[in-house]
Structures are given as C-alpha cells and as structure tokens.
C-alpha cells in the first residue's frame, strides 16, 4: 500500500510540476496604446480651389493668388438682353471630399437688380471626391432693363458657395 500511495504522491507531484514548468515558459504579451485623430482644415482650405476661369469675348476673368476668389468683369452692356458669362471649374486636391453649397448671386448695389441679373448654372449642392474637378459651371450677368443716363454706371455683385468637409 506504501508502495500505492508512494506512486500516487509522486504522479501527483509530477503533474504539478509539469504544470509550473509550463507556465514558467509561456508569457502573454498585449500591446496597449492609443491615437488622437483630428482633421487637418489647412489642408482642405488650401486644396478646394477654383482651376480655371474663362469669360465672354470682351470681359476679363482672373483667379486669385490664393485660388479663392475670381474677378469678373463683364464688357459694359449697353442693351436689354446683353449678356457675359464666366466659366469655372472647381478642383478638389485635399485628402477629403468636399461637399459645395449651391451658388448664390447678390449685390449690396439696390439698382443692380433693376438692371442686371447675375445666375448661377448651379443652383444645388455638388459632391466633389478628392483629386476630382468638377463640370464646367458658369455665372451669366444679363442686362434686363435699359440704363437711361448717359453715364457709366458700374455695379458690383457677389456669388458665394460654401465647401464643407466629407469623409473620404
């Protein structure tokens, strides 16, 4: 019987170490960690740009340093129904796609809209995926009521849109 039990504690004894053994040889590594995201507007305000601009035979069209802005001046109308258009293209050169307001025309001028009308070709938002250029858009300012003075009047108007962000 001394000899049973003997067997016993030293089977009992080896499963034990057999376990220790193993578990002085294996380890659990675990990578932690963490990230700040955020997103970088520097490079979307300098990459949504205007990419050409071109005008009606007799006016002038330019595109500012920062690709922002244009300048448009139409040839003078003289007559109901003149009319100058500029053509534009949108170019999305950012890490982000860009979603662009609908383009809307004013003027602080109060006698513009008595005279002149400024359209837009666009008036819903576009979706632009990055490294994309849009459609050809254009901006039409028509005469629609005869100037009756002798004088040049010159009249100032403003088309804004708004480009906003969207994940890639």
């Known amino acids: ?72 001046t139409t040839a003078e109308l003289k007559a109901v129904g003149d009319e100058a258009t500029l053509t534009y293209t949108i170019k999305n050169t950012s890490n982000y796609g860009a979603s662009i307001s609908a383009v809307t025309c004013s003027s602080t001028d109060t006698s513009f809209a008595t005279y002149v009308t400024a359209t837009p070709s666009r008036t819903t938002a576009l979706t632009l995926n990055k490294g994309a250029t849009s459609s050809a858009e254009t901006v039409k300012v028509k005469m629609i009521k005869t100037y009756a003075q002798t004088t040049v009047k010159s009249m100032t108007f403003t088309c804004t849109m708004t480009a906003t962000a969207t994940g890639a």
Do not use: C, E, Q, W
């Not at 700040?36 to 500012?64: L, M, Q």
């Open 1 to 72: 019987m001394k000899r049973s039990n003997l067997i016993k504690v030293s089977v009992l004894v080896a499963i034990i170490l057999v376990g220790v053994a193993y578990a002085a040889i294996t380890s659990t590594l675990t990578v932690g960690g963490s990230t700040s995201v955020k997103g970088d507007s520097s490079d979307f305000t300098n990459n949504v740009v205007f990419a050409s601009a071109t005008p009606t035979t007799g006016s002038t069209a330019s595109i500012s340093t920062d690709k922002h802005s244009i300048t448009f």
